[in-house]
């Protein structure tokens, strides 16, 4: 599987932002998927998690209502919405997957990566 992030950018504190991550070579479908972020020197952290359908979500404390992660198996798309984004957002985003049906909350039980995106949040 291929993943590619996009939607990434600079916004003001407040604003939003909706990341997607489409894969290719595989269908997404069977897989749960995850956004972590990494900001500069600091540590991978979990960001967003849904399964593979889409009937269940976790969130990291720290973006609980205000981060939406969504899916669209047809479309083979992940997209993490940030709503109310803050300067400590600031970060890589990635997404990633791990061929489970539960949720895939930990950086080393994923299978597969993207490059990432980066998002900048200006105070």
């Known amino acids: 599987v291929q993943l590619v992030e996009s939607g990434g950018g600079l916004v003001q504190a407040g604003g939003s932002l909706r990341l997607s991550c489409a894969a290719s070579g595989r269908t997404l479908s069977s897989y749960a998927m995850a956004w972590f972020r990494q900001a500069p020197g600091k540590e991978r952290e979990f960001v967003a998690a849904i399964n593979w359908n889409g009937g269940l979500t976790h969130y990291a404390d720290s973006v609980q209502g205000r981060f939406t992660i969504s899916r669209d198996n047809a479309k083979n798309t992940v997209y993490l919405q940030m709503n109310s984004l803050k300067p400590e957002d600031t970060a890589v985003y990635y997404c990633?997957?791990?061929?489970?049906?539960?949720?895939?909350?930990?950086?080393?039980?994923?299978?597969?990566w993207g490059e990432g995106t980066l998002v900048t949040v200006s105070s």
């Open positions: 990633a997957a791990d061929r489970q049906y539960g949720l895939a909350l930990t950086l080393h039980g994923m299978d597969f």
